[in-house]
């Protein structure tokens, strides 16, 4: 199959998409670093309850994002002007998510072509896009990872072929 027709016909459930986590937006950022960090990854999903006790977020409406580059960035802001950095930072820590995740998420529906899924992500300089079902809840989360992942098992001889620095020429062949 041709690279082109390849990414045009596969969805983006075929590049190894993360299981998403949840939390509520009351959920506090420091207790959405602690998951972050104990699941290793790199993104939660913040999502209304969808149960009448409002205890789970699992499969809820998605509201918002929260990514380890907001992490960053919100700690980068607290920490400027002052001397006290942990001062700062702890501050930042007992904050509701909601209040500093991403709320105008960029998502993907589940049957969004390969091509689709990384233009996506390339246009917007995004590491981690939200998929969403027919319904509209979010149903897993493909990453960067998973895009390369993808490309090196489905295209190995284009891969695999490149030269260390494509933008060189050698003037000898190479090898025996």
Do not use: W
Not at 123 to 135: K, M, N
Not at 140 to 146: A, D, L, Q, R, S
Request: charged letters at 15%; a negative charge.
């Amino acid at each position: 199959m041709s690279f082109q027709l390849s990414l045009s016909t596969e969805s983006v459930s075929t590049a190894y998409p993360d299981q998403p986590l949840f939390v509520l937006p009351t959920a506090t950022v420091g207790e959405v670093i602690q998951l972050l960090r104990a699941q290793q990854t790199g993104s939660v999903l913040v999502c209304e309850s969808d149960s009448a006790e409002g205890d789970s977020a699992n499969n809820g409406k998605l509201l918002g994002i929260f990514t380890e580059r907001d992490a960053l960035k919100y700690m980068a802001a607290a920490s400027r002007g002052t001397d006290d950095v942990n001062s700062a930072n702890s501050g930042i820590m007992q904050q509701a998510v909601s209040t500093v995740m991403s709320t105008d998420v960029t998502t993907l529906q589940a049957d969004a072509s390969m091509g689709e899924t990384i233009k996506t992500m390339s246009q917007g300089g995004y590491r981690h896009l939200p998929i969403l079902d027919a319904d509209g809840k979010p149903t897993g989360v493909e990453n960067v990872y998973g895009i390369v992942h993808y490309l090196v098992d489905h295209f190995p001889q284009t891969i695999y072929n490149l030269p260390p620095n494509p933008r060189s020429i050698t003037s000898e062949r190479e090898g025996a």
